[in-house]
């Protein structure tokens, strides 16, 4: 996932993309913890997803906030 494609989201949009991140990680947390896990790296790409995500959020935010 890139910034292009968030970019072109919603704010709406993006809280349920980083509402679906976060219960990624939340079950890659326990695929770790039972020893379940196969891919160990999707839990750093989850977490730069989410905060990608975040940083989107509150540049709309800001956007918004200084447009009015």
């Not at 890139?2 to 349920?16: C, F, G, S, V, Y």
């Amino acid at each position: 996932m890139d910034a292009k494609e968030l970019r072109a989201k919603t704010p709406d949009q993006l809280r349920d993309e980083l509402v679906a991140l976060k219960k990624e990680a939340f079950n890659l947390r326990f695929q770790k913890a039972t020893g379940q896990m196969e891919n160990t790296a999707r839990m750093r790409q989850v977490r730069r997803d989410a905060a990608r995500v975040k940083t989107i959020l509150n540049e709309k935010a800001a956007g918004a906030a200084q447009e009015a």
